[in-house]
Each structure stands twice: as structure tokens, then as C-alpha cells.
């Protein structure tokens, strides 16, 4: 069994943790009371909470001094500490309710956070989130131990940090779950009118162009339109995919390490389901990732080369950084599990093949689909290649307080610990000749391409507000330290080396990793899930109708004139019919807009602004426009200053508002007469 702390530094562990976050708590509170207009220390209610606050801040920090000194680490610490176990004691003749109180101890944070009231207060105020999550985490350990008496206080702590997590991230997606007819986010219309690109003659009647972006993403999400699925559907049919994608990776992994325990294998598949959301991993990327985990073969080529050929044909359809993926997880289960001994250059010779190949198989289903994809510019497929690099994205900034590289580093930090504490093991327990070293260095090779490659996408203009683009070297870095801790037993393979018996290591070398690895493996993807809050769309359906109702008019008017109607955005009410008689422009949707707009796209851009100025639209559906440049160094200023150059400047040179809907944040414009105004 792993190593764990002794009780005493066990609780000092919880009192470091305790005091700052009180602390913090508390000039979240004197923020939050001015925020709100109050005087905190003349209201009784505000003076009882940040009095807590206080005492628990400096109590936490008081034992924690005390527990260095003699004074707390005899007979009174050891009667302390024993409290909770005595109370667990009174009530070991009901140990049935220690899981029903640990479910409420999980449910509790995200059914608070769902109130819109109490959303609003602590969505911004950090360190009162942190402190309820970890004050429920404590509680939610007793009730626990209360239903297993036996487990150690530390894992019972870590369990319930990993599930109260795990339920936190599935919080987070069931609000987008919601009957509201227009968009409740800056892409989530694009989500749900590109699939409908591929079914174009079931939706619109007629063939269509497919779409630019992510076709593998868009693919998913056709099957809502094949039964003509109302749009709460489609929303609940994103989530559910979300969920079954990248949920699969974890039973995948979990089948290639053979755990004996039912119970790791649970907690294993939980903690690699939160390490994939905590960055998060897209639903569509997660498909290369389980295929190769669950169609790689150290003993059958033919399926190894099958199922990479499939990944790579979908990952070629998914994102150009993503191409070499598929042949990259082949070559690393492949020094994960395959002996190198006495192979020499010819271990490499397999995984060189499979990454190549893969690599040009991806290239190649691209090019197909562009082909066939009804488009008459292929360079519209390849942006990306053109945008501007915001390589300050990379450090601490408005459009992400961590920045890329501490926030990637911090997520890695344990996964990192892992590998050296293994790296040593297995220094000492080799001879330097021994070729499993060479596979060492081909695995930490493929994470340094794959971290390179991941920056340099979070660099990109419209990237780099979270650290989603470096998902192919996360993904790689589970997969490895997963192997490291749980996998097959192989002397000679990098895997696996704590349990490695027959390695005989000096004793300045522990054959287990430190319990603080467990901890931070845990400890550090949860704290990533707090910072994300999600709250139910709240909105008035006779309000929407009549926006509606009034989007309708306007179509028909347009109808009547014999002119075109543009939908930039909301276009989810034209493939799921909530409008009648839309005559469909394919040009010039928000997200490929925006996406033109960022590469800065001048074939493109010109054709729209030549549009605009014939005053080809007889009216456009956006969202309300205003002429607003803000400094690059802004939260997403440099996108928000692309789009106002290239799309809200032509827009209001040409056209004036009509219509305004401010509660479904959707505008009306027409086209203007006389002279020309310019913003």
C-alpha cells in the first residue's frame, strides 16, 4: 500500500489549506459588500459571517504555529484529533448514512451555485467558492469514513475531493440544457447550424456547402436533424456526446492497464474523466484518442494499422494540429508496452512508420473533404496558418489571469512528479545500457513536440483564454503517468516501475511515489473544476415568442420585396424551421466571419464589404452592433478589435438598426437612405 502522513501532518496539511482560503474568503466578503452598496461592519448578519471568516482564518493559522511547538503535538493534539473519529464511534450503528450524507455533500456546492442569487454573489468572488468547496470536501470525508470506517483519512480526503469534482464538471454542462429559442452563447448557434450543412436537402431542400470549421465536431451533432429534433434536444444531445466521447477514453485506458481492484478501476476511470474535462477536452478529439486506446495491438499489426488509419482520417477532419496524434499515441503505447532490448534502431523503425503515415493520412482525408466539400476557396480551409500570434497569451493576461504556460505547467506539475520519482526508479534500478532508456526518450520527446505544438496554437488570435489547445500533450502526459502508477508489470518498458519487484533500488529511493503526488494528482485537476460556474438560462418565453413573431414579419417582408435576408447569427432558427420562408444565404455566418476576420482574409473580407456597400441585403440578423476598439492588451481585445474592423464597421456604414430585442440580444438592420454614416 501507498505511503501515507502521519496524523499530525495530516492536519496541518488541512490547516495551511483552511487559513489562506479563509483569508481570502474574507476580502472576498469586504468586496462583495461593496459590490453590493453595503456597510459590512454596521449589519449584524455581515459581521456574524466575516466574524467566522476571521477566527477561522487566524485559528487555522494559530494551529498550525502551535502544531511545531510542544504544545499541541502531545496528549491534547492526539485528543483533537481524535474527536471526529469519536463521534463516527457514537454513530457506528448507523454507518447506512454515511452514503446519503456524502451524496448531499456533493450535491451541495453545485445546487448552491445553481441559484441564480447566490450565483451572482460568489461568481466572481473565487476564494468564497474555494472555501465552500473545501469546507463540503471535509464534511463529505467524515460521512465517508462514517460508511468505511477502515479507509485512511487521507484517501477517504482524496476520494471525496475527486468525486465532488467530477460532479462539479457534469454541473457545469447540464445548464446548457434549455428550450430558449435563440443563442446563449457566442458560438453555440454555429454548433447547431453547421451539422445541418451536411443534411442540406433534408433541411433546406436543397444541397449544400458543408462547413469550414471542425467538420468532425459538426459531424456528431448531425443525428438531432434526423428526426427533426426541437432545439432543447439538440442542446441536450451536445452535452450527452460530450459525455460519451470523452468518457470513453477513461474504460479504454483502464482496459490496456489491467487493474485488479474494482474499486481503483472506478476511481481511476473517475480521476482520468476529470483530468479530460478539466482542460477541457473537446468531444470530437477525444475520438482519435480512444480509438487508438482501444484498437493499438503490440501483437497485431493489422489491427494497429486499421484503427490508425481510422483516427487519423477523423483527426484529419478535425484540427491541423491534431493530424500527427494518432500515430504519436500509437508510438507511445508502443514504448509503453513493447520491450526494446537488443532491438537497437529497429524499435524505432514501427513508430516512425505510424506517425508518418498517420500524419499523411490526416493530410489526405482534408484534402478529400475539400474537394468534396462544395467550397469554391480551399484556402478558406487553412486560416489558422495565417492568423496573428498573440504570444503574450502565453503568460498571465486580462483574457486569462494564469496565462498558457503557468497554467500548463500547473495542471502538469503532478503528472511531472510522477515521472521523475519514476525516472529515478528506474535510473536505479538499470544498467545504463539498458535500451528501455531509449524509450524513455522517445516518450518525453513526443510530449516536448506536443507541448511546442500546443503553445504555438494558444498563441493564435482567438485561442489562449484557457489552456483547452493543449489537449494532445495532456492527453499524452494521463496516458504515460497512468502507466507509470497502475500499469503492466515489465522490467525493461517504462511502466509501471513502482511495482517492478525484481528491480533492486538503494534505499534513498522510494519503490512508491510520495503520498503528496496522490494528493496533488487529485487536488490540482478539482481546484481547475471550481473555477468554472455554470447557472440555469433564465429568460421569459412570451418575450422570445414576441422576438420571434417579429423576426418572422420582417422575413416575410423581406419575402414580399423579392430581396435576401441575412442571419449572421442565429441561424439555428432557419435549419430547425422556427422561421418559415427563409431563403438561406450561406455566406458570411459569425463564426466563419470571425474567423476570416482574425486571418484577415482579404478575398474574403472584400467580397462581404462589396455586398454591403451594393446593399445586397434587404436586412441582417445580428447581434446589436457597436463600434467599440479597446486595447489589445484587453480581455480578448485583439479579437474584439478584428471584429469590429472587419464586420461591425462595414455593417453600420451601410445600414442602420430597425429593430433592437435587448433580452435576446438580437438586432434588425436595414439598409440606409441618403447620405452615408460611419461610425
Given at each position: 500500500?501507498n505511503p501515507t502522513p502521519s496524523r499530525l501532518i495530516f492536519?496541518?496539511?488541512?490547516?495551511?489549506?483552511?487559513?489562506?482560503?479563509?483569508?481570502?474568503?474574507?476580502?472576498?466578503?469586504?468586496?462583495?459588500?461593496?459590490?453590493?452598496?453595503?456597510?459590512?461592519?454596521?449589519?449584524?448578519?455581515?459581521?456574524?459571517?466575516?466574524?467566522?471568516?476571521?477566527?477561522?482564518?487566524?485559528?487555522?493559522?494559530?494551529?498550525?504555529?502551535?502544531?511545531?511547538?510542544?504544545?499541541?503535538?502531545?496528549?491534547?493534539?492526539?485528543?483533537?484529533?481524535?474527536?471526529?473519529?469519536?463521534?463516527?464511534?457514537?454513530?457506528?450503528?448507523?454507518?447506512?448514512?454515511?452514503?446519503?450524507?456524502?451524496?448531499?455533500?456533493?450535491?451541495?456546492?453545485?445546487?448552491?451555485?445553481?441559484?441564480?442569487?447566490?450565483?451572482?454573489?460568489?461568481?466572481?468572488?473565487?476564494?468564497?467558492?474555494?472555501?465552500?468547496?473545501?469546507?463540503?470536501?471535509?464534511?463529505?470525508?467524515?460521512?465517508?469514513?462514517?460508511?468505511?470506517?477502515?479507509?485512511?483519512?487521507?484517501?477517504?480526503?482524496?476520494?471525496?475531493?475527486?468525486?465532488?469534482?467530477?460532479?462539479?464538471?457534469?454541473?457545469?454542462?447540464?445548464?446548457?440544457?434549455?428550450?430558449?429559442?435563440?443563442?446563449?452563447?457566442?458560438?453555440?448557434?454555429?454548433?447547431?447550424?453547421?451539422?445541418?450543412?451536411?443534411?442540406?436537402?433534408?433541411?433546406?431542400?436543397?444541397?449544400?456547402?458543408?462547413?469550414?470549421?471542425?467538420?468532425?465536431?459538426?459531424?456528431?451533432?448531425?443525428?438531432?436533424?434526423?428526426?427533426?429534433?426541437?432545439?432543447?434536444?439538440?442542446?441536450?444531445?451536445?452535452?450527452?456526446?460530450?459525455?460519451?466521447?470523452?468518457?470513453?477514453?477513461?474504460?479504454?485506458?483502464?482496459?490496456?492497464?489491467?487493474?485488479?481492484?474494482?474499486?481503483?478501476?472506478?476511481?481511476?476511470?473517475?480521476?482520468?474523466?476529470?483530468?479530460?474535462?478539466?482542460?477541457?477536452?473537446?468531444?470530437?478529439?477525444?475520438?482519435?484518442?480512444?480509438?487508438?486506446?482501444?484498437?493499438?495491438?503490440?501483437?497485431?499489426?493489422?489491427?494497429?494499422?486499421?484503427?490508425?488509419?481510422?483516427?487519423?482520417?477523423?483527426?484529419?477532419?478535425?484540427?491541423?494540429?491534431?493530424?500527427?496524434?494518432?500515430?504519436?499515441?500509437?508510438?507511445?503505447?508502443?514504448?509503453?508496452?513493447?520491450?526494446?532490448?537488443?532491438?537497437?534502431?529497429?524499435?524505432?523503425?514501427?513508430?516512425?512508420?505510424?506517425?508518418?503515415?498517420?500524419?499523411?493520412?490526416?493530410?489526405?482525408?482534408?484534402?478529400?473533404?475539400?474537394?468534396?466539400?462544395?467550397?469554391?476557396?480551399?484556402?478558406?480551409?487553412?486560416?489558422?496558418?495565417?492568423?496573428?500570434?498573440?504570444?503574450?497569451?502565453?503568460?498571465?493576461?486580462?483574457?486569462?489571469?494564469?496565462?498558457?504556460?503557468?497554467?500548463?505547467?500547473?495542471?502538469?506539475?503532478?503528472?511531472?512528479?510522477?515521472?521523475?520519482?519514476?525516472?529515478?526508479?528506474?535510473?536505479?534500478?538499470?544498467?545504463?545500457?539498458?535500451?528501455?532508456?531509449?524509450?524513455?526518450?522517445?516518450?518525453?520527446?513526443?510530449?516536448?513536440?506536443?507541448?511546442?505544438?500546443?503553445?504555438?496554437?494558444?498563441?493564435?488570435?482567438?485561442?489562449?483564454?484557457?489552456?483547452?489547445?493543449?489537449?494532445?500533450?495532456?492527453?499524452?502526459?494521463?496516458?504515460?503517468?497512468?502507466?507509470?502508477?497502475?500499469?503492466?508489470?515489465?522490467?525493461?518498458?517504462?511502466?509501471?516501475?513502482?511495482?517492478?519487484?525484481?528491480?533492486?533500488?538503494?534505499?534513498?529511493?522510494?519503490?512508491?511515489?510520495?503520498?503528496?503526488?496522490?494528493?496533488?494528482?487529485?487536488?490540482?485537476?478539482?481546484?481547475?473544476?471550481?473555477?468554472?460556474?455554470?447557472?440555469?438560462?433564465?429568460?421569459?418565453?412570451?418575450?422570445?415568442?414576441?422576438?420571434?413573431?417579429?423576426?418572422?414579419?420582417?422575413?416575410?417582408?423581406?419575402?414580399?420585396?423579392?430581396?435576401?435576408?441575412?442571419?449572421?447569427?442565429?441561424?439555428?432558427?432557419?435549419?430547425?424551421?422556427?422561421?418559415?420562408?427563409v431563403k438561406l444565404v450561406q455566406e458570411y455566418e459569425r463564426?466563419?466571419?470571425?474567423?476570416?476576420?482574425?486571418?484577415?482574409?482579404?478575398?474574403?473580407?472584400?467580397?462581404?464589404?462589396?455586398?454591403?456597400?451594393?446593399?445586397?441585403?434587404?436586412?441582417?440578423?445580428?447581434?446589436?452592433?457597436?463600434?467599440?476598439?479597446?486595447?489589445?492588451?484587453?480581455?480578448?481585445?485583439?479579437?474584439?478589435?478584428?471584429?469590429?474592423?472587419?464586420?461591425?464597421?462595414?455593417?453600420?456604414?451601410?445600414?442602420?438598426?430597425?429593430?433592437?430585442?435587448?433580452?435576446?440580444?438580437?438586432?434588425?438592420?436595414?439598409?440606409?437612405?441618403?447620405?452615408?454614416?460611419?461610425?
Open positions: 500500500m492536519w496541518r496539511c488541512i490547516l495551511a489549506i483552511t487559513a489562506p482560503l479563509a483569508w481570502l474568503s474574507l476580502l472576498n466578503a469586504f468586496s462583495l459588500a461593496q459590490k453590493l452598496g453595503l456597510a459590512p461592519l454596521s449589519s449584524k448578519t455581515w459581521l456574524v459571517m466575516l466574524a467566522i471568516l476571521a477566527l477561522l482564518g487566524s485559528g487555522s493559522l494559530l494551529l498550525l504555529a502551535l502544531s511545531f511547538t510542544r504544545f499541541i503535538t502531545g496528549a491534547w493534539f492526539k485528543r483533537a484529533a481524535d474527536l471526529p473519529g469519536r463521534l463516527r464511534a457514537a454513530l457506528s450503528g448507523a454507518r447506512w448514512l454515511g452514503y446519503p450524507l456524502l451524496l448531499a455533500c456533493l450535491l451541495a456546492y453545485p445546487l448552491i451555485l445553481f441559484q441564480p442569487y447566490y450565483a451572482n454573489l460568489l461568481g466572481k468572488q473565487v476564494g468564497l467558492r474555494l472555501l465552500l468547496f473545501w469546507i463540503l470536501a471535509l464534511l463529505g470525508t467524515q460521512t465517508l469514513k462514517l460508511a468505511l470506517p477502515k479507509l485512511e483519512t487521507i484517501y477517504a480526503l482524496l476520494i471525496t475531493l475527486l468525486l465532488q469534482a467530477a460532479v462539479q464538471q457534469v454541473s457545469l454542462y447540464l445548464p446548457d440544457i434549455s428550450a430558449y429559442p435563440f443563442a446563449m452563447g457566442w458560438s453555440e448557434t454555429s454548433r447547431f447550424y453547421w451539422p445541418s450543412l451536411f443534411v442540406g436537402r433534408l433541411v433546406f431542400g436543397q444541397p449544400v456547402a458543408w462547413p469550414i470549421l471542425h467538420p468532425s465536431l459538426h459531424f456528431l451533432l448531425i443525428p438531432p436533424y434526423l428526426i427533426d429534433a426541437p432545439l432543447w434536444f439538440h442542446r441536450f444531445w451536445q452535452v450527452a456526446v460530450r459525455f460519451l466521447l470523452v468518457g470513453l477514453i477513461a474504460p479504454a485506458l483502464i482496459y490496456r492497464l489491467n487493474i485488479p481492484s474494482r474499486s481503483l478501476r472506478w476511481l481511476s476511470g473517475v480521476w482520468i474523466f476529470l483530468c479530460l474535462f478539466s482542460l477541457p477536452l473537446y468531444l470530437h478529439l477525444a475520438v482519435p484518442v480512444f480509438i487508438m486506446l482501444w484498437g493499438f495491438s503490440a501483437k497485431n499489426d493489422r489491427r494497429t494499422w486499421l484503427w490508425l488509419a481510422v483516427a487519423s482520417i477523423w483527426a484529419g477532419l478535425s484540427r491541423l494540429n491534431w493530424y500527427p496524434v494518432p500515430g504519436i499515441l500509437a508510438a507511445a503505447l508502443y514504448f509503453l508496452e513493447v520491450p526494446a532490448a537488443n532491438k537497437g534502431w529497429k524499435y524505432l523503425l514501427k513508430p516512425a512508420l505510424w506517425c508518418i503515415v498517420g500524419t499523411a493520412l490526416a493530410f489526405g482525408s482534408m484534402q478529400i473533404y475539400i474537394a468534396l466539400s462544395g467550397l469554391p476557396n480551399p484556402a478558406d480551409f487553412y486560416t489558422s496558418l495565417s492568423s496573428t500570434k498573440l504570444w503574450d497569451r502565453l503568460w498571465p493576461n486580462e483574457s486569462y489571469s494564469l496565462g498558457v504556460i503557468p497554467g500548463i505547467l500547473l495542471f502538469s506539475a503532478p503528472f511531472w512528479l510522477v515521472l521523475f520519482a519514476a525516472w529515478r526508479r528506474m535510473v536505479a534500478g538499470i544498467n545504463a545500457r539498458n535500451t528501455s532508456s531509449l524509450a524513455w526518450i522517445m516518450l518525453l520527446a513526443e510530449l516536448l513536440v506536443l507541448f511546442a505544438g500546443g503553445l504555438l496554437v494558444s498563441t493564435k488570435i482567438g485561442g489562449g483564454a484557457d489552456i483547452h489547445n493543449m489537449d494532445a500533450y495532456a492527453v499524452l502526459l494521463i496516458i504515460i503517468t497512468a502507466y507509470l502508477l497502475v500499469g503492466p508489470r515489465r522490467r525493461d518498458v517504462a511502466c509501471n516501475v513502482f511495482n517492478a519487484r525484481n528491480v533492486s533500488t538503494p534505499s534513498n529511493v522510494s519503490s512508491t511515489p510520495p503520498w503528496i503526488i496522490f494528493a496533488l494528482l487529485v487536488i490540482i485537476p478539482a481546484w481547475f473544476s471550481v473555477q468554472g460556474t455554470a447557472q440555469f438560462w433564465q429568460y421569459d418565453p412570451a418575450s422570445s415568442q414576441a422576438t420571434l413573431s417579429a423576426l418572422q414579419k420582417q422575413v416575410d417582408k423581406v419575402n414580399t420585396q423579392g430581396g435576401q435576408m441575412l442571419f449572421i447569427t442565429q441561424r439555428q432558427l432557419i435549419s430547425m424551421h422556427m422561421l418559415t420562408g463564426e466563419e466571419l470571425m474567423e476570416m476576420a482574425m486571418a484577415q482574409n482579404d478575398t474574403y473580407l472584400q467580397r462581404f464589404r462589396t455586398d454591403l456597400e451594393n446593399h445586397r441585403f434587404a436586412a441582417i440578423v445580428v447581434d446589436p452592433l457597436r463600434y467599440n476598439l479597446v486595447g489589445e492588451q484587453d480581455a480578448m481585445g485583439a479579437e474584439n478589435n478584428a471584429w469590429t474592423r472587419a464586420v461591425v464597421k462595414k455593417v453600420l456604414c451601410n445600414y442602420q438598426q430597425a429593430a433592437i430585442f435587448p433580452a435576446d440580444r438580437i438586432a434588425i438592420y436595414v439598409p440606409q437612405v441618403g447620405t452615408q454614416k460611419c461610425p
